[in-house]
């Protein structure tokens, strides 16, 4: 079949990658240019691969080429207010540190390897025909032409033009919310014998409440940084005017990593401000003609750093079910609907309610109790507990498993947590007798 | 101030009457054309006025006029399977049952009396700016323009084009979802002698589980009818592909309507099927610039009744908030949207709940005896009791405080089922002693 892929990101490279090792023709058109050429400016936190991104790479035999452009992180290293540390393992594989840029020209390598996928970049889609299927598309230079495939597929992110001409006069679900919340990059450079200048082997963060800041290790000594903050509010991007400002919140929130970012007053302000958005969708497919993958039906919010996950997920999926109905496109799109989206959904909640967890930096007594006795559990139970974010992580447990999994947990160390307490007040008042 | 509405349906006639009243200058653009003129094809079902409605019609000195047009209904006709009837009463003041089409040129009427407002038909609002604002409208003949009001309102309805507009690059929530089913309507015109050939002074339902069916009398002798039925499934609009589909459904469901529509099986073909769609947004306004008013913020589902009274309360509130800030539009604007957002947010969720509630036949003998001490409740405790229904259709309580109140009445109503069945369970036993 002939596939046309609107979107050459993390999600439309890989599908492209794994339809034309199936033998179908691809062509993937990005408005963007080619990242094998120009640093394209991104939009989107460094990435984290874990067991199901890495396992959907193993598949297509590039995990060996990929683990030359990772750095492991074994876990995560906790920065207090006052400069202590506190580290927590990811347990198992850990996670995989690695380059937007870098993965994404490796995938659109091995893809163009294959005779029958090919790339057209700095090409914009502006209109989809769903019952044909057309696509529209206009060029750099301004020159517009249609195409006519077999299928189309919508892998061009959270405001996907696909999905909106897809969805128009249809009875069509769709949610979308903004965190108030955004986030800027920094860059802490390498230190002059070339080396990281903090630990390079885990994902720092520096959870404040209200704001967090957290740290990627790159394979040049260097780190990338994210630093998450209200856009309103006294410690706010609203409120930080000058480069003293900035550099007074370092001081405040930040103090150790105010000399590791040269002249962070100013590279700050320059910085663009990304948001953080969520959405959710149905339908996903239009008669086995248009379907979209990725952030086109599930943005997420990034505090599972699970996005490009699940997109390779969708990727398998959705190849795995055209192959099942080789000449029922329709069927095939409709199974890999329902294969996914109960565990895009998961995910999406799992997502919104991580972001709490990791800034939270106050936790009341029996939170904490809590995950201690998470901790303890997995120890002693192995297999049979996990805690949620070692399920996401290190398993390819399908994500509404994992959440369901992790709700009858919470409820039995809820139980348990109040008989410990009944057993502590009942000793008390033994005392007190 | 010199305000641009956008839309002259319901919520944006009735605000340019108010807006209007208030010494404002006002012009209205409506794509469709002037209803005054030509019959307007109308994508939504009859109207119930109920008490909020007729309050602030009432502000505006237009309850006279609009009495000539309404047919009053004091209650909800059941109509069961078996040809039998069941009455409840609406209470106090009933519901008043009238046509769009008419209640639209009534109030476009009223407004244009006045000196400073001015409707402009056939002209199609493409694109607002926000920051400026600007809005560029087209109107029929294909001539484009451009208008530089104080502020412009988006009373265009649950697709506006004003909100696409002024939320565009903003962090702006939205939800949108379908239901599985959808309406159409039909015409049971009066007898013979000109009168109404059922009941004339009722709201008459047909629940049927998964299909239902309700009709208003018109002023005529006629009534206005709505079939709600799943797009979907063995009992539905895909599944009615002939008259005789359409008669042999009829007869199994709505016998006693059969011989009330003329040729209902050609006729029921011949119509549209509508969508039903609820939506929920924020923010609704841009610096006092932008704002939304009535279902262009928060279209909600037919099943209360409520989608105008809500617009009309909105129109008020803003009126209100406009008077309240005389030199501070943006002032006025958050504290309309804080005043209402609660209350729009509640009826959204009551609609989609009544939905169950009207076409629901078989109910638990609990929800029954629930209903029932519910109406015994009301007649003892009288102004401190009083069914969801009632605080909606006749008073003004805001939306929100019905909601909590229904909920705490709801909790005595479970608790005193659940005394009841315990008492009548020990009865049984000491008869069994």
Redesign the interface.
């Known amino acids: 079949m002939e596939f046309t892929v609107v979107g050459a990101g993390m999600a439309g490279a890989f599908l492209a990658l794994v339809l034309g090792r199936q033998g179908h023709t691809v062509t993937v058109y990005e408005r963007r240019p080619d990242p094998r050429v120009s640093a394209v400016h991104t939009t989107s936190m460094n990435l984290g691969l874990s067991e199901r991104g890495l396992k959907a790479l193993d598949r297509l035999g590039l995990r060996e080429e990929i683990t030359r452009h990772v750095v492991p992180m074994r876990g995560r290293l906790v920065h207090g207010h006052d400069g202590s540390v506190r580290f927590s393992t990811y347990g198992r594989g850990g996670i995989l540190a690695i380059q937007r840029h870098d993965l994404g020209i490796l995938l659109i390598e091995a893809a163009t390897r294959l005779p029958n996928v090919r790339f057209v970049f700095g090409t914009r889609c502006v209109a989809v025909d769903k019952d044909l299927p057309v696509a529209d598309f206009v060029d750099d230079a301004g020159h517009a032409f249609t195409v006519t495939p077999d299928v189309i597929v919508g892998a061009d992110g959270a405001f996907s033009v696909v999905r909106k001409h897809m969805q128009r006069d249809e ?10 919340w955004g986030w800027r990059e920094l860059h802490i450079p390498a230190g002059a014998d070339g080396r990281h200048r903090m630990a390079d082997d885990v994902f720092h963060l520096w959870p404040r409440g209200e704001t967090m800041m957290f740290a990627h290790p790159n394979l040049d000594g260097s780190f990338t940084c994210s630093c998450v903050l209200p ?1 309103r509010g006294p410690r706010s991007f609203d409120a930080l005017r000058t480069s003293d400002d900035v550099e007074a919140l370092f001081r405040e929130l930040f103090p150790d990593v105010l000399d590791l970012v040269p002249d962070v007053g100013k590279v700050f302000l320059d910085q663009p401000t990304f ?1 953080l ?1 969520t959405t959710r969708t149905s339908p996903w497919h239009h008669e086995g003609k248009v379907v979209l993958i990725g952030d086109a039906c599930h943005a997420v919010y990034p505090f599972l750093a699970q996005g490009m996950n699940a997109a390779f997920e969708d990727g398998l999926e959705l190849a795995d079910s055209l192959a099942a109905f080789p000449d029922d496109p329709e069927a095939a799109v409709e199974r890999f609907y329902q294969r996914r989206k109960p565990h895009t959904d998961a995910l999406a909640e799992m997502s919104r309610q991580n972001f709490a967890e990791l800034r939270d930096t106050v936790r009341s007594p029996a939170v904490r109790l809590e995950k201690a006795c998470d901790v303890v559990l997995e120890k002693a139970l192995r297999h049979r507990w996990m805690p949620l974010h070692a399920m996401i992580t290190n398993t390819t447990m399908p994500y509404a498993e994992a959440q369901e999994r992790a709700r009858r947990q919470r409820r039995i160390l809820q139980a348990v947590v109040a008989a410990a307490g009944m057993a502590m007040v009942g000793g008390l008042m033994r005392r007190l007798r």
């Open positions: 009875r069509a679900d769709y949610h979308q919310e903004f965190l108030e856009f948001k958005v």
